[in-house]
């Protein structure tokens, strides 16, 4: 892959400086290229930075939090100028349009089959994207320029968008090669797994989007069944569980790179849980440096989500220790959230650049942190830099990496996912779900995560709600991903989640009160006790125009047959 990574970044650094305008004419002429299976290939590779990868989406959600407030989250954003999802899908577009208008012409069919499938893949990712964001949005298939009558067409319906993405997406479907037929060399191009996961994943979206607006969603539920079933059943992909890193795998398989990026020294070629993969190579294409600490502090809601160790929830279990202590809240709890969260009292390494861990010194060996601050980083909580609510995120946080460059590869779409969007769509479709398909989908996450079988019978035996359960489960599998803001608003719950206050740790009655490092803190709690982050107030979420973002203004001035959003 780092060949392929090469070539990849060579001709992004090639083409993409004016892609915004007028690509790739400007850059390639007709005459040299396109003349050849290998140049519709090499044009593709331009393609892949599309891939989702590293974000902060969560931030918009309820339940991480930085800094200050994100105004998506509390319905305080306004329409801009321009937008950064409305301008990369059309150049996108663009691109994808300008191949597959060169395609038509090739003689041999045949061997561009491939390529034309990726550029379907593509053309459905950027689609997908402005429809989740805008709803409705311009359809463009063919290549235009700035005369183009296009250019002035008004918004095409949902529906028409929609029927585009799955059209392209089912096309890319017949086009590309299996995951078992590409090899190592080409690992992380799109393969038939993929995109049928990607389609899953696009139909369980609108489906759900429908169903809980009193539409018909069941023909997308039931693709979405469908795809996702497809990839569990091709046996070509599998959770990451070492025996080496044993319940650490699931925290180990956000930092995976070398050998040096684990106590086991395992590298990332061992990982086969991503159906879909952003690729990244220290020396070609370094992967953002990860400061989860400071930029996502989880929210109590989310502290809250993870089960305890019986497979209960807090206010249910009698294994649950409380918040009187520091770390009392995270003994006996689902192993996946001391995965997520930084443990207070325990010892991280900081990422700083002079500074590599050595994985043969025990964590209790480490040293002082208060005298190595350069290379040691030790969590304690404080309230002004360091977390925002009381607690620090950790996942995809990397240990004592070695320089800045990281060349950990980022799951645009794991086996994980595929997992959940089977379960909630068999749910979703049926208003109930088998042991069954419980035990070859949510199942095999608790299994990696040591924890107790999800069941019907445990589900009415401790009075719990078997959507409720499936939707913690893609919660806490899924958080800091970027996942949890669009499943808010696809399942219409949005405006009731996100007009709630943002809370923090327990203060009053804690450690916390005489704690060296948060004693002195003087800012709002609510009347339970818990630090008060924002209040309802301030945070103003609005069912009639928030589940929709504006049309970037400078669109609107551009085209006058383009009509804003509802109450933009």
């Given at each position: 892959m780092k060949?392929?990574?090469?070539?990849?970044?060579?001709?992004?650094?090639l083409l993409?400086?004016?892609?915004?305008?007028?690509?790739?004419?400007?850059?390639?002429?007709?005459?040299s290229?396109?003349?050849?299976?290998?140049?519709f290939?090499?044009?593709?590779?331009?393609?892949?930075?599309?891939?989702?990868?590293?974000?902060?989406?969560?931030?918009?959600?309820?339940?991480?939090r930085a800094?200050?407030?994100?105004a998506v989250?509390?319905?305080?954003?306004i329409?801009?100028?321009s937008?950064?999802?409305?301008?990369?899908s059309?150049?996108q577009?663009?691109?994808?349009n300008?191949?597959?208008n060169?395609?038509?012409?090739f003689?041999?069919q045949?061997s561009?089959k491939?390529?034309?499938?990726t550029?379907?893949?593509f053309?459905?990712l950027?689609y997908?994207?402005l429809?989740k964001k805008?709803?409705?949005?311009?359809i463009?298939?063919?290549?235009?320029?700035?005369?183009?009558?296009?250019?002035?067409a008004?918004?095409?319906?949902r529906?028409?968008?929609?029927?585009?993405?799955?059209?392209?997406?089912?096309?890319a479907i017949?086009?590309l090669p299996?995951a078992?037929?590409?090899?190592?060399a080409?690992?992380?191009?799109?393969t038939e797994?993929?995109?049928?996961a990607f389609?899953a994943?696009?139909?369980?979206?609108?489906?759900?989007?429908?169903?809980?607006?009193?539409?018909?969603?069941k023909?997308?539920?039931t693709t979405?069944?469908?795809?996702?079933?497809?990839?569990?059943?091709?046996d070509?992909?599998?959770l990451f569980?070492?025996?080496?890193?044993?319940?650490?795998?699931y925290q180990y398989?956000?930092?995976?790179?070398?050998?040096k990026?684990?106590?086991?020294?395992?590298?990332?070629s061992?990982?086969k849980?991503?159906?879909?993969?952003?690729?990244?190579?220290?020396?070609?294409?370094?992967?953002?440096?990860?400061n989860?600490?400071i930029?996502?502090?989880?929210?109590r809601?989310?502290?809250?989500?993870?089960?305890c160790?019986?497979g209960?929830?807090?206010?249910?279990?009698?294994?649950?220790?409380?918040?009187?202590?520091?770390?009392?809240?995270?003994?006996?709890r689902?192993?996946?959230?001391?995965?997520?969260?930084?443990i207070?009292?325990?010892?991280?390494?900081?990422?700083w650049p002079?500074?590599s861990?050595?994985?043969?010194?025990p964590?209790?060996?480490?040293?002082d942190?208060?005298t190595?601050?350069?290379?040691?980083?030790?969590?304690?909580?404080?309230?002004?830099?360091?977390?925002?609510?009381?607690y620090?995120?950790?996942?995809h946080?990397?240990?004592?990496?070695?320089?800045?460059p990281?060349g950990g590869?980022y799951?645009?779409?794991?086996?994980?996912?595929?997992?959940?969007i089977?379960?909630?769509?068999?749910?979703?479709l049926?208003?109930?779900?088998?042991?069954a398909d419980?035990?070859?989908?949510i199942n095999?996450?608790?299994?990696r995560?040591?924890?107790?079988?999800?069941?019907n019978?445990f589900?009415n035996?401790?009075?719990?709600d078997?959507?409720?359960?499936i939707r913690?489960?893609?919660a806490?599998?899924?958080?800091?991903e970027?996942f949890?803001?669009?499943?808010?608003r696809?399942w219409?719950?949005?405006?009731?989640e996100?007009s709630?206050?943002?809370?923090g740790?327990?203060?009053t009655?804690t450690?916390y009160?005489?704690?060296?490092?948060?004693k002195?803190?003087?800012?709002?709690?609510?009347p339970d006790?818990?630090?008060?982050?924002?209040?309802?107030?301030?945070?103003?979420?609005?069912?009639d125009?928030n589940?929709?973002?504006?049309l970037?203004?400078?669109?609107?001035?551009?085209n006058?047959?383009?009509?804003?959003?509802p109450g933009?």
């Amino acid at each position: 892959m780092k060949h392929l990574n090469k070539i990849l970044w060579a001709v992004v650094m090639l083409l993409t400086a004016s892609c915004l305008d007028r690509f790739p004419e400007d850059q390639i002429s007709e005459e040299s290229f396109f003349k050849s299976p290998k140049d519709f290939e090499l044009f593709t590779n331009s393609f892949y930075g599309a891939l989702p990868t590293y974000n902060t989406n969560d931030l918009m959600s309820d339940l991480v939090r930085a800094g200050g407030p994100n105004a998506v989250s509390n319905g305080t954003n306004i329409a801009v100028e321009s937008d950064g999802t409305w301008n990369n899908s059309y150049a996108q577009i663009r691109k994808c349009n300008y191949l597959l208008n060169k395609a038509e012409g090739f003689a041999d069919q045949e061997s561009i089959k491939q390529a034309v499938g990726t550029t379907k893949f593509f053309r459905a990712l950027a689609y997908f994207n402005l429809m989740k964001k805008f709803g409705g949005v311009p359809i463009v298939k063919a290549v235009l320029d700035i005369d183009s009558e296009e250019l002035k067409a008004p918004r095409n319906s949902r529906q028409e968008v929609l029927d585009l993405v799955i059209a392209d997406l089912n096309e890319a479907i017949k086009a590309l090669p299996k995951a078992k037929d590409v090899g190592d060399a080409n690992h992380g191009k799109i393969t038939e797994e993929g995109a049928q996961a990607f389609l899953a994943r696009v139909a369980l979206f609108e489906g759900t989007w429908r169903k809980f607006r009193g539409e018909n969603g069941k023909d997308l539920l039931t693709t979405a069944q469908q795809m996702s079933k497809k990839v569990m059943e091709s046996d070509q992909f599998s959770l990451f569980k070492s025996p080496a890193l044993g319940d650490r795998s699931y925290q180990y398989l956000f930092s995976l790179d070398n050998e040096k990026s684990n106590p086991a020294g395992i590298t990332k070629s061992a990982n086969k849980e991503f159906v879909l993969v952003a690729k990244y190579d220290k020396d070609t294409r370094s992967a953002p440096r990860s400061n989860m600490d400071i930029t996502h502090s989880p929210t109590r809601k989310l502290a809250d989500m993870f089960l305890c160790a019986d497979g209960l929830p807090i206010d249910k279990s009698p294994m649950f220790k409380g918040k009187k202590t520091l770390t009392s809240e995270f003994e006996n709890r689902d192993l996946r959230m001391s995965c997520d969260f930084q443990i207070p009292h325990k010892q991280y390494w900081n990422n700083w650049p002079s500074w590599s861990r050595d994985w043969a010194i025990p964590d209790e060996e480490l040293g002082d942190p208060n005298t190595s601050r350069g290379w040691l980083f030790w969590h304690e909580i404080s309230w002004n830099t360091r977390t925002s609510t009381g607690y620090g995120g950790y996942k995809h946080y990397v240990e004592g990496k070695n320089n800045y460059p990281f060349g950990g590869d980022y799951g645009t779409l794991r086996l994980a996912e595929v997992y959940l969007i089977y379960a909630e769509a068999t749910f979703e479709l049926n208003g109930n779900i088998s042991d069954a398909d419980l035990d070859m989908s949510i199942n095999k996450l608790r299994e990696r995560a040591d924890m107790p079988r999800l069941t019907n019978g445990f589900v009415n035996a401790n009075g719990l709600d078997m959507q409720e359960e499936i939707r913690r489960e893609r919660a806490v599998e899924l958080c800091f991903e970027g996942f949890r803001y669009d499943d808010l608003r696809r399942w219409y719950t949005a405006h009731v989640e996100l007009s709630k206050p943002i809370l923090g740790v327990k203060f009053t009655g804690t450690e916390y009160e005489t704690y060296e490092f948060s004693k002195g803190y003087k800012g709002a709690l609510d009347p339970d006790g818990f630090v008060l982050v924002e209040t309802d107030a301030s945070r103003q979420f609005n069912k009639d125009k928030n589940y929709l973002f504006p049309l970037p203004l400078k669109q609107l001035q551009l085209n006058s047959n383009l009509e804003q959003n509802p109450g933009w």
